[in-house]
């Protein structure tokens, strides 16, 4: 399978890499010590047409694809991650709508998501909703030609900055299976009955806003369902299947960035009279390193190129194709812990003091290893596939 990249696709990593260096690394510290979310960033990104890479021309997007979509958050990260997330949580909000919705929902709502205009959630986590989604007990029940909502949500990133939160609740307690018993709707965020609970105070993507969302009484339209009744969980997993890959992506930018500050330290940095890159102990450490993250970027291209090839509707996707979503986006989680954790061990104990960026790195990639299925969830995922 071939997946070089494309003319296009090169054009987009010269071209966001320049923003990021010029633009994002001189922000990056900043934002992760004030924890505000970083609306001039959010310009930048909307101006260089960077939050819908994935969404077909039709609705607003560039139509760029997965692999331009990963290789935006990837060079995005690597100066901060914080900004990495913007474009995948905006496609991880979208998803539920390209996927299942209508084509009066996609053309109503995708095309402001596409361009930023609009900015997008995914709530799905409750108290008790973690890693089993289907525990979800945010209900929704129809009446007349509106579904009255009621019930919490919590870590949603996004939370009280997104216009649009694609909600995950319960519509039929007594379905035969958990996974009968979800639907997903569209919900703006003036809807009444709609308000924003607490903010996390986080270890790391700081500038990121992860909130509680509460519903008490929500009216929303009923033509906010997206696709129809007992379909949330269906669309719930394919939305993560997708979406896994940019968390990848993040994974990938954060240890490309930590790599390439702790090999640029190496080189300036003299203990007995010689670079430290001279001693083999910490070549080898670097070596191990570097191929690491490259194991993740060609794993991650790998996985991209192959949703390329799928159709973005509610079929059934392979299971060559879930187990590579998750494969990437376990693997490359796991990297970035690994080596932003290396990457301070190179600078010694600079690398632990915040005026360098490899320990707000490291904070950061941590993130990676939790959120859209936590790296047991996703070795669960992958065993499945393999065992059916
Ligand atoms: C900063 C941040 C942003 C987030 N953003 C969003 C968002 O935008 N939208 C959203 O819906 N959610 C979001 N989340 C929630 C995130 O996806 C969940 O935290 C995650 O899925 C894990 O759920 P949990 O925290 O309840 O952990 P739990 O499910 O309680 O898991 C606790 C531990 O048990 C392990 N575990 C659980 N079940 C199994 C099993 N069957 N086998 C083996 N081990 C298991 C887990 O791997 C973990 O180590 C966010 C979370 C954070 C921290």
Redesign the pocket.
Known sequence: MLYDLTEEQEMIRQTVRKLAVDRVAPRAAEIDETAEYPWDILDILKENALMGADVPEEYGGTGSGALALCIIIEELSKACATTGLMPA?QE??LLPILLGGSEEQKKNFLPKIASGEHIS?????E?S????VGGIQTRAVKEGDEYVLNGS???????GIADIYSL?AKTDPDASKPSKALSVFIVEKDAPGFTIGKY?D?L??RG?K?SELIFEDCRIPAANLISKEGMGFAICMKTLDFSRPGIAAQALGIAQGALDYAIGYAKERKQFGKPITAFQGIQFMLADMTTQVEAARQLLYKTASLLEEQTKDMSRLPAEVVRFSSMSKNFASDTAMKVTVDAIQVLGGYGYIKEYPVERMMRDAK?TQ????????Q??VIANTLLG
Do not use: H, M, P
């Open positions: 949580v991880l909000g959630a995914c709530a799905i986590t108290s909703a973690g890693s089993d949500k919590i870590f949603i990133t996004n939370g995950f996390e986080k790391g993507i990121s992860t993130i939790l959120y859209e299925g936590t790296n047991q969830v070795r669960i």
